[in-house]
C-alpha cells in the first residue's frame, strides 16, 4: 500500500497567539516529531510511506525534516502555499488589497491530491500538530472493507417505517454514502497553565467512559516532551465541538 502523507503548516515559529509561545521553534520541536512518529509507525505495518508539506511560510530549513526521516521516504515541498484572495468582509471596498489567506491554507491538500491521484493507494491529509498511527490506518481500512460487505448484503429498498429509526439495515444506496472517518481526540495537557474553561459556553456538556488511549494518544520517546506526554490516561482525552448526539451513532446489524 502507498500511502501519500501531507501536511500543511501555517508558522516556523510560533507567534505568541493562541496560548503558543512567541518563537517557538515550531518546525523542529512540532512538526518533525509529530511527521516522524506517523511515518516510523506507518512503515513498521510495511507500508510505503511519501511525505509533502504545505508551508505558509518560506522554507528555510527543509533538511531538518529530511535528515529526521528513513532515506526511502521522498519528501517534498510546497511553501508559501497560501491561496491570494481578498478578506471576505473587504470584498465590496473597492480600496481592499490582496492578503494570504491562512484560513484557506487547510484546502490546498485538494491539489496535492489531484496531481500525485494516480500514484498512491491511500491520501492522508492532516495539520502539523495532529498524530495518525498505523493502527488508525488499518481500522479505517477494515471499517472500508465491512463497509463494501454490507453494500454487498443490503436490500434495494427498505420499508417507510424502517427509515424512521436509528436502527436495522441501511440500503444499498445509502451504503454507497457511508466512508469511515475519524474523531478528533484532544490531549489535556498542563492543566495549570493550559486547562479548561471556567466559564462554559451554554453548550451540553458530556463524561465519556474509560477508553483505550494507546491507539490515537500514546508517543514514542522521541516524539513527547514537557507539553507533550507519552501515555496520557483516559481521564485525560476529550472530544470538542461536538457531543455525543452530534455523531449520529446508529447500530447496523
Known amino acids: 500500500l502507498r500511502i501519500l502523507y ?3 503548516t501555517l508558522a516556523e515559529y510560533d507567534e505568541g497567539s ?4 512567541k518563537g517557538f521553534d515550531r518546525l523542529s520541536n512540532l512538526l518533525i516529531p509529530v511527521v516522524k512518529e506517523g511515518v516510523l509507525s506507518m512503515m513498521e505495518k510495511g507500508y510505503h510511506v511519501d511525505v509533502f508539506i504545505v508551508a505558509h511560510y518560506t522554507m528555510t530549513r527543509p533538511e531538518l525534516l529530511r535528515e529526521a526521516l528513513p532515506p526511502e521516504v521522498h519528501v517534498r515541498y510546497w511553501d508559501n502555499a497560501g491561496p491570494i484572495s481578498y478578506k471576505p468582509d473587504k470584498r465590496d471596498d ?3 488589497k490582496l ?3 491562512t484560513l484557506a491554507l487547510a484546502r490546498q491538500h485538494r491539489f496535492v491530491v489531484k496531481d500525485n491521484l494516480f500514484d498512491y493507494d491511500l491520501f492522508l491529509n ?3 500538530d495532529m498524530i495518525i498511527h498505523a493502527d488508525m490506518i488499518e481500522h479505517h481500512l477494515a471499517m472500508t472493507r465491512k463497509l463494501y460487505k454490507l453494500r454487498e448484503r443490503a436490500p434495494d ?3 417507510d417505517e424502517q427509515l424512521k429509526t436509528f436502527h436495522g439495515p ?3 444506496d445509502q451504503l454507497k454514502r457511508c466512508y469511515p472517518g475519524l474523531l478528533r481526540v484532544e490531549v489535556l495537557l498542563d492543566e495549570e497553565s493550559y486547562g479548561t474553561q471556567l466559564e462554559l459556553d451554554p453548550v451540553p456538556v458530556t463524561n465519556h467512559p474509560d477508553i483505550d488511549p494507546k491507539p490515537c494518544c500514546h508517543l514514542s520517546e522521541f516524539a513527547s516532551s514537557a ?3 507519552r501515555s496520557p490516561g483516559s481521564d485525560k482525552l476529550f472530544l470538542w465541538e461536538t457531543n455525543v448526539i452530534a455523531l449520529g451513532v446508529r447500530h447496523i446489524e
Open 6 to 8: 501531507t501536511v500543511t
Open 18 to 21: 493562541r496560548a503558543t509561545t
Open 94 to 96: 473597492p480600496k481592499a
Open 99 to 101: 492578503w494570504k489567506n
Open 126 to 128: 492532516f495539520e502539523d
Open 157 to 159: 429498498e427498505v420499508s
Open 170 to 172: 441501511l440500503t444499498k
Open 227 to 229: 507539553v507533550r506526554p
